[in-house]
């Protein structure tokens, strides 16, 4: 059975998918969107974790989508609004080497946000240079994210001398690059004296960067979990320098570096966005899994469904990871062999994990006690991480295949300001583990540690808010090989791989294809394995829609 000539067949109703259908179907293409599951959203949904309770799937907080998506789809007008959450961030703490200057017990915490007031009287009370210093250093990362922002919004600067072998390009090709080029180097150069330092922020480790900036560990280790989010990695690793920056990038949440909730969840983001597409003409099937994308001729005409249906198109867009779309749908010999190898080698090391819980009660920190009533503690991100060894030691467990002995945890409860996602007076706790290894030490499987793990990490909460274990009503776990299975994420990397210096920008997915084409013609790459890489931003599939509709 073939279904009828498209002009565009894009793999995949995430984010970036829709935001890439929607901009070409509002430029006239006759798009298809092909998804495998029962909803639309790829790792952007909300799922009823029992009845009556529903939670951000998989990604959980808003910042980093462009302000150009949300105005050029019409987001607002499709349901999507955004809800800031202040004080952004609460860090309590255990009596013992981490307590504040001013004493242990209730008051040993740290909040912030986007009140300055509030973060100065906070952070003195650990360290009156810390709070002194902090300003400037928001200001400073406020700087880089600025020059560097617009340069996400287009493909990047081939900056690299590779064969030709490798990769032929056309004049106007070459021609564009250096116009790429020299946005790169504007960018570079209104840094000004900081551009030492921004490099350094680009290229190096978080941990000595925030080591010369400030005394204080407990302001040190909330930051750093920025740096360490998605990836398997110790924050003395270089590389998290670029992931602590790309945190503060967006602006969703309201203020640049406020991560913010989306009201009904983070489904409500993409079904905005596939209401924006359809209205476009975009033709969205669930259910709908692809098999193989099909070439004929030396360039991909199309695709085959899981059950056999063939769907003609003139270009086939992925949203999947490269690793799917190349070594999964694509049949042996349809790329070079160059290219199919360093493919090969893109690195989607992972260690993050995911609960949903549904809770009978707010948690209630012994550092600042309060159940009944949602209090300042509850609104924003709460991290369980209280040192920069803490950090380490986390680290080291995985670095040997083993989960986490003290995972690092961010625990964010929706229901804080967003009413509409369980029954009145109970609430959604939505907790981001790192390190949970995707690879494991020698005999041992997820199947068997994903509910103990679990457990160790709802106690390791109990440590801290002693009502909190007895609370939970039902949960949702997601190791890293749930994710895999359940959303294509290859080795459960939520970037669609590694966000390390030598897959960024130019580099990414590989070196020399970052601008959304690959060398099978016909074939393009719209998801977060291309430039700019991971997060709910839009910026890759606005970027493929454009570059395809500048091509055709």
């Known amino acids: ?109 740290l909040l912030m946000g986007p009140d300055e007031a509030l973060n100065h009287r906070e952070i003195a009370k650990f360290s009156a240079r810390d709070a002194a210093a902090y300003p400037r250093y928001e200001a400073w990362l406020t700087r880089i994210a600025e020059c560097i922002e617009p ?72 930051l750093a979990t920025d740096a360490v989010i998605g990836a ?15 945190h503060v990038m967006g602006t969703a949440g309201g203020a640049r570096g406020v991560w913010g909730y989306v009201e009904g969840g983070m489904g409500a983001v ?53 690793e799917v779309t190349f070594r999964k749908l694509l049949a042996a010999g349809s790329l070079p062999k160059l290219f199919d190898e360093a493919v090969a080698r893109i690195d989607y090391a992972s260690a993050s994990m995911k609960i949903n819980l549904a809770v009978s009660e707010l948690p209630d920190f012994t550092a600042l006690p309060g159940k ?38 961010e625990l964010t409860i929706p229901t804080s300001v967003d009413e509409t996602l369980a029954p009145p007076g109970q ?3 939505q907790m981001f583990v790192q390190y949970a290894p995707y690879k494991l030490a020698e005999g041992l499987n997820w199947d068997a540690l994903r509910e103990p793990f679990a457990d160790r990490c709802i106690a390791a909460v109990n440590a801290y808010a002693p009502n909190f274990a007895a609370s939970v009503l039902h949960r949702q776990v997601l190791t890293p090989l749930d994710l895999e299975r359940r959303f294509a994420l290859t080795g459960g990397n939520i970037f669609h791989g590694s966000m390390a210096l030598h897959q960024l920008f130019s580099m990414r997915p590989v070196p020399g294809w970052a601008d959304y084409r690959t060398p099978l013609p016909g074939l393009w790459l719209c998801g977060a394995g291309t430039h700019p890489g991971g997060g709910v931003t839009g910026a890759p599939g606005r970027n493929c829609a454009r570059e395809l509709l500048r091509t055709l």
């Open 1 to 109: 059975m073939v279904d009828a000539m498209h002009d565009v067949i894009l793999i995949g109703a995430g984010h970036n998918g829709l935001v890439c259908a929607a901009m070409l179907a509002a430029a006239g293409k006759k798009v298809l969107v092909l998804e495998r599951s029962a909803v639309v959203g790829g790792a952007c949904i909300t799922d009823e974790i029992a009845p009556g309770y529903r939670a951000s799937t998989a990604s959980y907080l808003i910042s980093l989508l462009l302000p150009e998506v949300v105005q050029e789809l019409e987001l607002a007008r499709h349901g999507y609004r955004v809800l800031a959450r202040n004080p952004s961030s609460f860090t309590p703490l255990l009596d013992g080497p981490a307590v504040p200057r001013s004493g242990s017990g209730p008051g040993n915490y």
């Open 151 to 222: 340069l996400l919004s287009e493909p990047p600067a081939d900056l690299l001398p590779l064969p030709a072998s490798w990769r032929k390009r056309c004049l106007f090709a070459r021609l564009r690059e250096l116009r790429r080029s020299r946005r790169l180097y504007q960018a570079l150069r209104a840094m000004g004296d900081e551009l030492p330092q921004a490099i350094e922020l680009l290229t190096g480790a978080a941990r000595p960067i925030l080591d010369r900036w400030f005394e204080s560990d407990v302001l040190k280790a909330t």
């Open 232 to 246: 398997q990695q110790p924050i003395s690793a270089p590389g998290t320098g670029y992931v602590l920056l790309h």
């Open 270 to 322: 993409t079904q905005a966005m596939a209401a924006a597409a359809r209205e476009r003409g975009v033709e969205i099937r669930c259910n709908a899994e692809v098999a193989e994308i099909l070439v004929e001729g030396g360039q991909a005409t199309g695709v085959r469904l899981a059950d056999g249906k063939v769907i003609r198109a003139k270009t086939v867009v992925s949203n999947a990871t490269p």
């Open 372 to 409: 009944d009533l949602v209090g300042p503690q509850h609104r924003g991100t709460i991290h369980i991480s209280p040192t920069m060894e803490y950090l380490e030691a986390a680290y080291d467990d995985a670095r040997r295949g083993l989960p986490s002995t003290e995972p690092i945890l």
């Open 427 to 429: 609430h959604i706790v």
